[in-house]
């Protein structure tokens, strides 16, 4: 067996109501079952979603407060005041900011942007910020995906005489800023259809109002913050994001363009996973490590030669962002290892001095990939007297409500169920970490520290093809909230298998039934290779995708995980170092079984674990069961092996079957050999097997043993007598068979184990242990 390292939870198959969205909509099966999967049921639903394009935008005046903001922010564009865009240093903050730029420069405003230093002001408006913005003159204030958070400096705004507007999309908290006007879809009294927006749709709607039309050329904008904050991709946000894309595909900034040559993009296929992997980094790079100006400026340049310099600048800010993180990782692992193991810790709350607070949430999400848990990361500032970091969560755990019940040790903090940032005074680290773990104990179970993937469909081999792949295409862009589809393979025959990559961690299956093959390929999976044995039949899930070649497509699987459900025979018959095969197999599920007392001499001073069965029947406490069992050398009987898996059913058997000495031949004397020997003996008499024996075989084209070992039978049949090397013959011997004799039952039975264990074929020596494995499946169920 292989197990899986996720929980898989395959979706039921709702046969009836994709049958209902295939007629109505004339789509193909494989579509309608990945909708109704997605809790897309009816017909025109699933016809919105589908073609989400063709129902345009929602009334952006449906948001509460924007008649109000949209009138204040025309009159200050009439009165000739100075106008701030206050933004956050985030892909959805950078991009927000320069949605709102654009859309009031194109309409005559006097605006600027201001976006705070992550190192020295911290996340979200600050006191003084606004005084220094007061002091320049500056009489409004627009935040964009910031500011909910922001009841003191929305006082303070107040007290100088500043108008206040905020859009946000972050959770509100139980008190609200009192300021000039608050557009946020999830604010108490909004009635707006649609509350999932990131920042930069809250932004683009306001922009929408602003210009009384949906400014089209800004969409690609919007989609690079709607994609990079990771909300829901359905609703309006899939409607930006559909529409983003294909404008970023054919994009004319002069930034994004520059920007997508640096990450290796340009002349490449747009989609989600090009602002998510390529764009989202890079921008978010900039606000991480220094101050995020840089991209906004990157977003509104229309010079060529500022917009190539700063998508160089900022793509070496991202390799110096990937090398702090990688850094941090490594720190934060071995505060886990040495401070604070998993077994004892449901959430990990890790913090050190010098941590950057730019990558910590990155960090995060590194530390939830390798030991899902909870996990908070933060920089300790030890001049400050604070801790300041971000936390990302796991299913089950709701980050923004279990924080809202520390709120008194946390003066600021915000965020969503998934993901959270904080300040806190560096004396409550460790009662928070108390008061989560207590927390996660009352509401989390041991399942829940297992990654769970929700799998769409269970499929075939013969149903993966190109085209199936391309018709899967109307549900994109995919996301948070329509994750791209993740398919079940399900006990499948292996053809191939074999390593890949440069360093041999990458794994490489072909698949095939029916004829029809498939590629599918395991990035970081290649350690793998040596724990699927032959003529196993894998499961697995991924993700489908079509691999061009010269001009030659044709679809593969992404593995994402894999399992083997069934017990695995692991073929280690022959090898040329005993010690060394058994060490590589070696581990703390395998038990390593010995027959015969001088195996236990090659392994004297190995310090392997060794299991001796002397007499054949194990131990009464041994149990095998899920087990991986490594067979050393051969027992003296088939019974033994019998009796070894008589209740047992191990995950695995390394079948090694070791002998001291090459048995003196494979095939026993045929009865005509015996006639004749017979007849010589009574014809001599006596016979000296000392001194002629091996004439007597060389004559024959006969072996020496086989001399002896007839010679043994004959003694044991009282056929014959020997005494001193000479054989004398028994003129009037019993009726015997030869079967009664024990050399030649001996031999008999020596040759069936052989034949069975040593000089069997792979595929029958797994039969043969499958016949026992149904056995013990049986007295174990009965």
Not at 326 to 347: C, F, G, H, K, M
Not at 497 to 509: A, E, F
Not at 616 to 638: C, E, R
Request: net charge negative.
């Amino acid at each position: 067996m292989l197990k899986a390292k996720t929980r898989w939870d395959v979706q039921e198959h709702q046969s009836e109501k994709a049958d209902e969205l295939v007629n109505a909509l004339n789509i193909t099966p494989l579509v309608a079952s990945l909708l109704v999967n997605r809790g897309i049921e009816e017909a025109e639903q699933a016809e919105h979603f589908l073609h989400i394009e063709k129902h345009g935008f929602l009334d952006p005046f449906l948001l509460y407060g924007m008649e109000k903001t949209v009138r204040r922010i025309r009159d200050s564009i009439a009165n000739h005041e100075k106008i701030l865009i206050f933004g956050d240093y985030d892909a959805d903050g950078v991009s927000s900011t320069a949605v709102m730029l654009e859309t009031l420069n194109s309409l005559g405003a006097h605006a600027d942007f201001y976006i705070p230093n992550r190192f020295t002001e911290g996340y979200g408006p600050n006191e003084m910020a606004f005084r220094k913005a007061h002091s320049e003159g500056y009489s409004l204030i627009i935040t964009v995906d910031t500011g909910i958070s922001a009841v003191h400096e929305a006082a303070i705004a107040k007290e100088l005489g500043v108008d206040l507007i905020i859009t946000d999309h972050h959770e509100p908290g139980p008190v609200l800023p009192d300021a000039y006007a608050i557009i946020h879809p999830k604010q108490p009294m909004c009635t707006y259809p649609f509350k999932d927006l990131a920042g930069v749709g809250v932004a683009f709607k306001l922009a929408h109002a602003l210009l009384g039309h949906a400014p089209e050329h800004l969409l690609e904008l919007a989609a690079i913050g709607t994609i990079a904050d990771l909300v829901p991709l359905h609703g309006e946000n899939r409607l930006i994001a559909r529409l983003g894309i294909s404008q970023l595909s054919r994009t004319e900034r002069k930034g994004l363009k520059a920007l997508l040559k640096v990450a290796g993009s340009d002349g490449k296929e747009v989609n989600e996973e090009t602002i998510g992997f390529a764009i989202g980094p890079r921008i978010n790079a900039v606000g991480r490590l220094e101050s995020a100006d840089p991209a906004v400026h990157l977003l509104m340049t229309g010079d060529p030669e500022a917009a190539a310099r700063l998508a160089k600048d900022i793509d070496l800010l991202n390799k110096d962002r990937q090398k702090i993180v990688s850094q941090i990782t490594e720190e934060a692992i071995r505060q886990v290892e040495s401070l604070y193991p998993i077994e004892d810790n449901p959430v990990l709350v890790l913090a050190k001095e010098n941590w950057n607070p730019g990558v910590v949430g990155i960090v995060a999400s590194r530390m939830v990939e390798k030991y899902y848990r909870p996990t908070i990361i933060l920089s300790i500032d030890h001049e400050k007297g604070i801790a300041k970091g971000s936390a990302r969560s796991i299913a089950g755990f709701d980050l923004f409500d279990n924080l809202s019940t520390c709120r008194e040790i946390l003066p600021h903090f915000g965020g969503h169920p998934m993901a959270a940032g904080m300040t806190l005074d560096i004396n409550d680290v460790d009662q928070l970490r108390e008061r989560l773990i207590s927390l996660a104990n009352d509401k989390l179970t041991d399942s829940d520290f297992t990654p769970i993937k929700s799998i769409d469909a269970s499929c075939g081999v013969e149903e993966i093809t190109v085209e199936s792949i391309e018709e899967m295409n109307l549900l994109a862009p995919f996301g948070m909230g329509n994750p791209k589809p993740l398919f079940l393979l399900d006990a499948v025959q292996v053809s191939s298998m074999r390593k890949i990559g440069s360093d041999q961690t990458h794994l490489k299956l072909s698949v095939e039934h029916a004829h029809q093959q498939l590629d599918c390929i395991g990035f970081g999976f290649g350690h793998l290779h040596d724990h699927i044995a032959p003529l196993s039949k894998v499961s697995m899930i991924g993700e489908l995708s079509i691999n061009e070649w010269n001009n030659f497509r044709k679809p593969q699987l992404m593995i994402q995980d894999l399992s083997v459900n069934e017990w695995q025979l692991f073929d280690a018959r022959g090898a040329r170092n005993l010690q060394k095969a058994i060490e590589k197999i070696d581990g703390e599920k395998n038990i390593h079984i010995v027959f015969q007392k001088e195996t236990l001499g090659i392994f004297k001073e190995s310090g392997l674990n060794l299991l001796y069965i002397e007499d054949g029947k194990p131990a009464p406490d041994l149990d095998i069961t899920n087990k991986y069992v490594t067979l050393i050398d051969t027992p003296p009987s088939i019974s033994h092996l019998d009796a070894l898996f008589k209740e047992a059913r191990p995950e695995r058997i390394y079948a090694i079957f070791h002998q001291q000495a090459e048995h003196f031949f494979a095939t026993i004397p045929t009865r005509e050999h015996f006639k004749w020997y017979y007849g010589f003996l009574k014809q001599k008499g006596t016979f000296d097997l000392k001194k002629h024996a091996q004439a007597l075989a060389r004559h024959k084209g006969w072996s020496n043993e086989t001399i002896d070992f007839m010679s043994q039978v004959f003694f044991d049949l009282e056929f014959a007598t020997i005494e001193n090397g000479i054989i004398s013959v028994n003129h009037h011997p019993p009726k015997r068979d030869l079967a009664e004799s024990t050399a030649y039952a001996s031999k008999l039975q020596q040759l069936e184990l052989e034949n069975t264990l040593l000089y069997s074929s792979y595929q029958d020596l797994k039969e043969w242990f499958d016949e026992r494995m149904k056995k013990s499946s049986t007295l174990v169920n009965a």
